[in-house]
């Protein structure tokens, strides 16, 4: 069983940053492809970053370039740092893991997080 508690979100002033992490409890974090997503009011659930086991990582188009995701196999943890946060990217963040190299489908995803809420105001 793999247990992933987010934290780091909150609320933030458009062209701020905020910096979220996920620790992740349960196997072999190592060997898990991890990835980010968020769930805004009246969207579906989206990907927004993907971390492999290689450190390969992969972004949404709105992400890219805005967004880092990285991982630490010592404390088990896969961050996500934004930096010029838009309205746009206020959502609940979500981890997820472990999924299929690559993959930005959440249905390749077995285990989440949480959520952390995340509010850009312009």
């Known amino acids: 069983q793999v247990k992933l508690v987010e934290s780091g979100g909150g609320r933030v002033q458009a062209g701020g940053s905020l910096r979220l992490s996920c620790a992740a409890s349960g196997g072999t974090f190592s060997r898990y492809n991890m990835g980010w997503f968020r769930h805004a009011p009246g969207n579906e659930r989206s990907f927004v970053a993907g971390i492999t086991t290689g450190r390969s990582t992969y972004y949404e188009d709105s992400a890219e370039g805005r967004f880092t995701i990285s991982r630490d196999n010592v404390k088990n943890t896969v961050t996500l740092q934004m930096n010029n946060l838009k309205p746009e990217d206020t959502a609940v963040y979500f981890c997820?893991?472990?999924?299929?190299?690559?993959?930005?489908?959440?249905?390749?995803?077995?285990?989440w997080g949480q959520g952390t809420q995340v509010t850009v105001s312009s």
């Open positions: 997820a893991g472990p999924g299929l190299a690559g993959s930005t489908s959440a249905a390749s995803f077995p285990y």
